[in-house]
């Protein structure tokens, strides 16, 4: 009898330490979804193609003349990854192979106009994503470290 007061009471304050996290994790998709994530972590889609251009900006020197042409690459790729993850009648594995077109897609439109020391970077910056995702952010999306070649 004791014992299972013991668990109940277990099962009560775990429940109640789990809450507040879950309520947070229901906020983020909201805020993502809608471009204006403020912490700056989570997806790059989360975040618009303005916050991807402003970081590809940043970390590869881009001209003004760059950031105009990168800006509605980065914007259709922002608007092709929020259809896929609002579409949910595709299975994961149909949703990672349109993501993967996407980014193929995007990233090779961008090298075209990149010089060759900024696709040296770029190419840096993207296997940088890749392991961080890998190492941790568990997205819906992203590969498992056991499905990686």
């Known amino acids: 009898m004791k014992r299972n007061i013991i668990l109940s009471i277990i099962a009560c304050g775990a429940s109640l ?9 229901d906020a983020a998709p909201a805020a993502s979804a809608s471009g204006t ?22 970390a590869l020197s881009l001209t ?15 608007t092709a990854m929020q259809s896929v993850m609002q579409d949910s009648s595709l299975a994961l594995t149909d949703k990672r192979a349109k993501i ?22 770029f190419a840096a ?7 961080h995702h890998r190492d941790g952010a568990q997205g819906e999306v992203s590969p498992s470290p056991a499905t990686t070649p």
């Open 17 to 25: 330490a789990l809450c507040p996290g879950l309520q947070a994790q």
């Open 37 to 58: 994530n403020a912490a700056g972590g989570g997806h790059q889609w989360g975040h618009g193609g303005a916050g991807q251009l402003a970081r590809l900006t940043t």
């Open 64 to 78: 003004p003349d760059q950031q105009t042409q990168i800006k509605p690459i980065v914007d259709t790729f922002h």
């Open 100 to 121: 993967k077109d996407a980014r193929d897609t995007e990233t090779s439109q961008i090298n075209a106009i990149l010089t060759p020391d900024q696709q040296t970077k």
């Open 125 to 131: 910056l993207q296997a940088q994503m890749r392991n």
